[in-house]
């Protein structure tokens, strides 16, 4: 039989209550696929802080760049709010990504038929909506310098970052992009704010130099401001969308909302080599840890990503997407996805039955 092994960050608050659920679901989908896995649980964010200091320790960066894939819950919590910078447990996260090297994040967002009604859009433009979000990760205005604190010639305080981006980091984040479209329907919408800012100008400079690698790709371009809207009016009219780091880290929770809540999206980070990160795209969520609330489905989405994206295991991941989609035709929901007629149930139930779903496949197949 096959094995693997993952690094398991469960983080901070529901990062360790999601974790636990997808690790279940992962053993048993992988077990009837001949897959076995070796789990390593490692220390991240304000537990590591807790616990050696650091955001992220060495140790747990050489454990997930040693391992075939990462699995993480969430991390942050308002205990560490107040830290310096390089004690935040965001500040742990960016090192993982930059240790990593995984330059492409994979943020899709589907509204599966089940939840149309848990989605705050009209039930006509909700319904149907399935595009892509292909975040840049690891440059941007998250690690460009100069950053920091100072003082301005009047001698007033100020914090400052930089948004730079060079060719291969764009040209690179275009590739991923492109030929993601490819394999969807064919349809890349680049989103930038070229008509400001400079680092946007060089952006759309370039993802217009690699579409032409891409001829069968039908290429726009659309302002930042502007796709926030669109995605709201008419969600829709997106099937791949490229852009920045910070771009794609509020349009991507935006993009969440239409499928009816931020506890269902998953997401893949990948490098041109070695392992990949796999997380929901939420937080960890304190208004709810340690309540048993959290929706799990996110993570257990991102575990299937996992064996897609990072060891090529697609039954396995087709098991786990079609568990979720039974779990949901059962009328399974958290609260977070709640609606009136369904059965209300914790993380820590849902979990229990995506594994009942799971086992019943077998006997379906
Ligand atoms: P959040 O995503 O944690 O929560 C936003 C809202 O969505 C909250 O009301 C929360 O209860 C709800 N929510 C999120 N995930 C849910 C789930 N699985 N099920 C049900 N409801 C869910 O964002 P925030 O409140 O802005 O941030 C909280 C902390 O998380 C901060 O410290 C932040 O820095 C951190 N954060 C971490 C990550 C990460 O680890 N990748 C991502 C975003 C935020
Ligand atoms: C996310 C989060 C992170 C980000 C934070 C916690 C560093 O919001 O994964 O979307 O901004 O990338
Ligand atoms: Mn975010």
Request: net charge negative.
């Amino acid at each position: 039989s096959k094995r693997y092994s993952i690094t398991l960050l469960p983080g901070d608050g529901i990062g360790p209550e999601v974790i636990s659920v997808a690790k279940h679901v992962l053993n048993l989908a992988g077990s009837l696929e001949g897959i076995e896995f070796n789990f390593q649980e490692m220390p991240m964010g304000g537990s590591a802080l807790d616990l050696v200091g650091v955001p992220l320790p060495e140790e747990t960066l050489s454990a997930a760049k040693k391992s075939d894939a990462v699995l993480l819950g969430a991390i942050g919590g308002y205990k560490w709010d107040k830290n310096e910078k390089h004690l935040k447990p965001e500040t742990g996260l960016l090192q993982l990504r930059e240790g990593l090297r995984v330059f492409a994040n994979l943020r899709p967002a589907t509204v599966l038929p089940q939840l149309v009604d848990a989605s705050t859009l009209k039930k006509e433009v909700a319904e149907g909506v399935d595009l892509m979000v292909v975040r840049e990760l690891t440059g941007g205005i998250y690690f460009g310098k100069p950053r920091g604190f100072g003082t301005n010639e009047d001698g007033e305080e100020i914090g400052f970052n930089t948004e730079v981006y060079a060719t291969y980091e764009v040209d690179r984040i275009a590739r991923v992009a492109f030929e993601t479209a490819r394999k969807r329907h064919g349809k890349l919408c680049s989103v930038d704010k070229a008509n400001v800012l400079e680092a946007s100008m060089f952006w759309r400079k370039r993802v217009i130099a690699v579409a032409a690698e891409y001829p069968d790709v039908e290429l726009s371009h659309m302002y930042v401001d502007n796709a926030a809207m669109q995605l709201v009016r008419n969600p829709k009219q997106f099937d791949t969308i490229v852009t920045n780091n910070i771009f794609g880290d509020i349009l991507s929770d935006e993009a969440s909302m239409i499928t009816g809540s931020i506890g269902m999206l998953p997401s893949a980070s990948l490098g041109s080599s070695g392992p990949g990160l796999f997380e929901p795209i939420h937080g960890s969520a304190p208004d709810i840890a340690n309540q048993d609330k959290a929706n799990p489905l996110a993570t257990v989405l991102s575990a299937a990503m996992l064996l897609k994206y990072g060891l090529g295991e697609e039954n396995a991941a087709k098991r786990i997407e079609n568990a979720v989609l039974e779990t949901l035709n059962k009328g399974f929901r958290t609260g977070d996805i709640y609606s009136a007629g369904n059965k209300l149930v914790g993380c820590k139930e849902m979990g229990e039955e995506v594994l009942k779903s799971v086992d019943s496949q077998v006997a379906a197949a």
